[in-house]
């Protein structure tokens, strides 16, 4: 079994916590260069890896994991940003 921090990359990561705050998956998308689509893509993978069944409780396992984290540093990125 692969360690919990291998569980997602740092792309997916980054992308949950821009799903943490209410990005859509169009704005996520816009950010990392992809289609909408793909974003979905990726985000099913991060459920099946979490093993849960929405992004909502994909986010809420990776923040509870330590995988994600939705304060400190992500805040200071975040500032500024129009998503």
Request: aromatic share 8%; net charge neutral.
């Amino acid at each position: 079994m692969a360690a919990e921090d291998d569980l997602l990359g740092p792309r997916t990561k980054m992308m949950l916590q821009q799903r943490a705050y209410g990005w859509t998956y169009r704005q996520i998308g816009a950010e990392h260069g992809v289609t909408a689509k793909r974003v979905g893509q990726i985000f099913k993978q991060a459920r099946e890896a979490l093993g849960v069944d929405t992004v909502d409780e994909a986010v809420a396992q990776a923040v509870s994991r330590g995988l994600v984290d939705v304060g400190g540093e992500v805040d200071r990125w975040y500032l500024g940003r129009q998503p």
